[in-house]
Every structure is written in C-alpha cells, then in structure tokens.
C-alpha cells in the first residue's frame, strides 16, 4: 500500500452517492449566485437587514443588467454563478495523490541531505581491539602496556617457531635459472667446495716452488718430529739416550771440544746432493756453495758489507760501554 492509498483510506472521506446526487440537484450548477437586479436581493430569504452583514471576497456586484440572456434557472432563482464550480470527487482524489508523492519526494530528499551530512561528518572510531598491520595496538598507551604487548609478541613468534621447528622446518628453497630450469643446490655446493679447494692446492703448490729444497727438507723434518712426539712421553729426562743423540748430532761453531769429536762426513748436503769441499765466502743463511763452484765470487758484494755493517755496529755497542764504565 502507497502513501497516497493509505492517506486517502484513513484520512479523506468520500461523500456518498445520495449525498453526491442531492448536492448535485441542490446545486446543479456550482458556486453562489447573486441577484443583479438587487444588490440586496441575495438576502431576500433573511429576515435581517443588517447593514454590517458579511460580504464575500472576489465577487463583484453590479447594478447593470447582463446583456447575456439568463439561464433557465437563473431566470427562476435570480441568482448568477460566480467563480468556478466545486471539482470533482476523482479530481478530489488525483488532486491529494500529488500532494502525497509532493510530500513523499520532500521527505526522501530531506532524507538524502541528512545522510550526505552525516557521510561528511568526522567519524569516531573506536580504537579498543583494533590493531595496526604491525601487530601493535592503536590509540594512546602507556609504557606498561606498550612493553606487555612487545613481550606477548615476542611470546606468539618464540612458539610459531617451535612450532614450525617441531614439524619439521619450513620446507626447502627452489632456486631456478634464468630459463626457469630447477638448480640442484647439493650438487652446486659440491662444485664449488671442490672449486675452492683446488685454488687452495694450487695456492700451497705455488708456495712450495717458491721455497728452496733446504726449506722443504726442514719443513719435513718438523712434521715428521711432530708426527713421532705422538708417541713421547711428557716428561723427557737426561738419560733419554734419542733426546742426547739429537743434540750430539748439532753442530755449534763455538764448541772447544768440537776438535776432539768425530767428524761427520760432509759429503753431502740435507737434500742428499754433493757438497762444496773448499773454502768459501760465508753468508746470511748459511748455505754452502754447490759441488760444481769454481771459487770465483760473482756477487756483487752485498753479502760482505752486510758482514762488516753488523760487526761495527756490534764494535760501537761495546766501546760505548766501555766508556761508560770509565766514567
């Protein structure tokens, strides 16, 4: 049911048809009808004839007869219509309709402009329960609570990782190529494991062709001692006849007792090649001359002066000294 239809059901009361058709023969015509003849004439069915009586807007009198012939029952009642006759019972109705879709379209706009307003209007929200993407609670805070929800997130991500660990880790990374082939990542550790330590070998050769064989024979000297101490006991004392055959086998250039032990043959050097029986120029390491050296010093004399710089110096410490104790 429309607005209209219940207005018109609650609140308009159609006339009757008796009513309608007796009103239409007491009023066959409509409106009021005064007499031209008499400008009083209208209050000939009234006994009053007061002066002060009501007089009716938007109708005029006058004296002057119509030219127009009168009607059938103006000539009877002498009386003439004035206005517009009364409307109708359906325009009665159509006339109410569209004052109720008037009334309706008001209401519905009005409700549209309270609603519009309302959309602009600053929003309260509340922040109680709401949560930023961070996992951090909205609003103002004070520090105990900012510190309770840091140690609650804490807490929740410590258990997700037990959780996870526990069934068992997240599952292996894919990695793929540029043509979107599947890398084997055992296999590509593998390479290069193996890539490093060829360069590392290659590194230690390289290293070991730069020493001399004098070197080389030392180094293996000190791994094999290292090898054999395996064995050794912690404590080595004076009667350990390996630890006093090592030490008779040293050679010391300032032993005065040196002239009175066995002399080793000399015939061959650590790494097993023939030695330089003659005399020779001494150097900074102490290495001999070859068995081939035909005793002509080619160098140009650096190993001379090295001699001499360390000897003066070691002459100028020792006649400082001497000064000072003179003083």
């Not at 991500?157 to 190529?177: L, P, Q």
């Not at 590509?188 to 360069?199: I, L, P, S």
């Not at 102490?286 to 002459?315: L, Q």
């Amino acid at each position: 049911m429309t607005l209209a239809d219940y207005l018109a059901k609650n609140y308009l009361t159609a006339d009757s048809d008796k009513k309608s058709k007796k009103r239409k023969r007491k009023h066959k015509d409509g409106g009021l009808k005064i007499d031209e003849e008499d400008i009083s004439g209208w209050n000939k069915g009234n006994n009053s004839d007061d002066e002060d009586g009501p007089t009716i807007a938007g109708m005029s009198l006058s004296s002057k007869k119509s030219k127009k012939k009168p009607k059938a029952t103006e000539a009877r009642t002498g009386w003439t219509t004035v206005g517009v006759s009364a409307p109708s019972h359906a325009e009665q109705l159509a006339a109410d309709q569209a004052a109720a879709d008037a009334i309706i379209a008001s209401t519905a706009a009005d409700r549209k402009n309270a609603e519009e307003a309302e959309d602009e209007a600053p929003e309260m929200v509340d922040t109680e329960g709401v949560f930023m993407e961070s996992g951090a609670k909205a609003g103002l805070q004070t520090a105990a609570q900012v510190a309770a929800a840091m140690k609650k997130k804490q807490d929740e991500e410590k258990r997700n990782a037990a959780e996870v660990a526990k069934e068992g880790g997240a599952g292996e990374t894919i990695y793929r190529d540029a043509s979107g082939r599947i890398i084997n990542v055992a296999m590509k550790r593998a390479e290069a494991r193996k890539k490093a330590e060829e360069e590392e070998r290659k590194k230690l050769e390289k290293e070991r062709a730069a020493r001399g064989d004098v070197q080389l024979a030392e180094a293996a000297k000190r791994k094999q001692q290292l090898q054999d101490a395996k064995g050794l006991t912690i404590a080595r004392y004076a009667d350990d006849a390996e630890l006093n055959d090592e030490m008779k086998e040293q050679g010391r250039w300032n032993d005065p007792a040196a002239g009175f032990l066995k002399k080793k043959k000399a015939g061959r050097s650590i790494t097993g090649k023939p030695l330089y029986k003659g005399a020779f120029q001494p150097n900074r390491y102490g290495i001999r001359p070859g068995h081939r050296w035909d005793g002509v010093d080619r160098s140009n004399g650096f190993e001379t002066e090295w001699f001499k710089s360390r000897n003066r110096k070691a002459n100028l410490e020792k006649m400082e000294y001497a000064w000072q104790m003179d003083e």
